[in-house]
């Protein structure tokens, strides 16, 4: 196992974590030197925040770790290719590196729908690689959805709409 899969294996263990908790699966961690610093996974749901995504988490841990905002010398992997609030955190906090697994074609911020962390910045470079574990970690979210969308059919069967269109009287969400 190379080092990037050994690496994307934690960020994997912490997206399994958010999978327990009933969030989408993603998991990050950011790693400086040979050590993890920064540990974090999904939990939008769990504290009703937007922001608590995965990498946000692993970045502010990390922070806090190295006593200093700036990342320079870190790498951060995560199961999913970044949206572009995360590219923006990832490039102010200096990361030097973002490893991610599986891409994301509706909110990728490095490249597969937006190209946020290629931004072409004399004090600014991340390097981006793609595809670590990527099957692994598109699997994760591919278990994750279906359930919910078999959730979802089976809740819409049982309350089903009724055929004087009044309103539906299950619980939403």
Same mark, same amino acid.
Not at 63 to 71: E, F, M, Q
């Given at each position: ?25 993603? !998991? ?20 009703? *925040? ?57 909110? !990728? ?8 962390? !290629?931004?072409?910045?004399? *004090? ?32 819409? *069967? ?14 939403? !969400?």
């Amino acid at each position: 196992m190379g080092e990037h899969e050994r690496w994307m294996q934690e960020a994997l263990a912490e997206a399994r974590k958010a999978l327990e908790k009933g969030e989408v699966p993603v !998991g990050a961690v950011v790693v400086h030197g040979d050590r993890v610093i920064g540990r974090g996974h999904n939990l939008v749901e769990t504290i009703l *925040d937007p922001t608590a995504h995965a990498e946000m988490l692993a970045i502010t841990s990390a922070a806090a770790t190295l006593a200093d905002w700036r990342l320079e010398d870190c790498s951060l992997y995560v199961t999913l290719e970044p949206c572009p609030m995360c590219a923006g955190a990832i490039i102010l906090s200096r990361l030097k590196r973002v490893i991610y697994g599986a891409s994301d074609p509706r909110w !990728g911020a490095g490249g597969s729908a937006f190209q946020v962390l !290629g931004v072409n910045s004399p *004090d600014v470079r991340v390097e981006v690689v793609a595809g670590v574990c990527g099957e692994e970690a598109s699997a994760l979210l591919r278990t994750f959805f279906e359930k919910l969308r078999a959730e979802r059919r089976t809740r819409d *069967d049982a309350c089903g709409a009724s055929s004087d269109n009044q309103v539906e009287r299950c619980p939403s !969400g």
